[in-house]
């Protein structure tokens, strides 16, 4: 199996439409079993990226922000494969995330996008595209990409491959 070098890719978002663009051009190469950990302050944009990223994706629902219930669940019609939008803010210990059944979610076969990953750093599976959200100015974010495992290495790959001639990038992404 040919390896790709691609580890970290910085993106920078001059707007919340700019970084729901970037999430639906990630969502359209997610493959069953890919574990995307978002990380960044309040407000930064972390559910603004899950939007695109569940509508490149291809789910029928629009997303909402999922803090109140922790977990929203998508299906797609095309091959039944679910999309679990899962908000860690509120989990403090390994007890609150097996009360919500994060094992499950990101152990299996479809796909899951974590808010504040952060907060189940040790529970997570070693081979994760993590993606940091930071604060450049009102309306300008940071996107910081970085592959954990060869299977988001791929992933990055294939979406740092659509990003090329869009207007999304490829000018303010950089690979590393
Ligand atoms: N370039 C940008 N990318 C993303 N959001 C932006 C950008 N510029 C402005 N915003 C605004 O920042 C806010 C981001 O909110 P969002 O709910 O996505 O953040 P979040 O990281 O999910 O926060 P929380 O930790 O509370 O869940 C929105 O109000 C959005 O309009
Ligand atoms: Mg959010």
Not at 26 to 46: M, N, T
Not at 65 to 80: I, M, N, Q
Request: aromatic share 6%.
């Amino acid at each position: 199996m040919s390896s790709s070098a691609t580890t970290t890719v910085d993106f920078i978002s001059h707007s919340v439409e700019q970084t729901i663009q970037v999430g639906a051009l990630l969502g359209e190469v997610l493959q069953g079993g890919d574990v995307l950990c978002l990380s960044g302050d309040l407000g930064a944009g972390k559910t603004a990226l899950t939007r695109g990223i569940a509508a490149g994706w291809g789910a029928r629902e629009p997303v909402t922000s999922p803090t109140f219930t922790l977990v929203h669940e998508h299906t797609r019609a095309p091959d039944g494969q679910m999309l679990y939008h899962i908000d860690c803010y509120r989990i403090e210990s390994p007890a609150d995330a097996w009360s919500i059944g994060l094992e499950d979610m990101i152990y299996g076969e479809h796909v899951a996008v974590i808010e504040w990953a952060e907060n189940v750093r040790d529970l997570l599976p070693p081979d994760c595209l993590w993606i940091t959200l930071s604060f450049l100015g009102d309306s300008e974010r940071r996107l910081s990409f970085r592959a954990t495992g060869e299977r988001a290495r791929a992933l990055l790959h294939a979406f740092r491959e659509r990003t090329v001639g869009r207007q999304a990038g490829p000018g303010a992404t950089k690979e590393r």
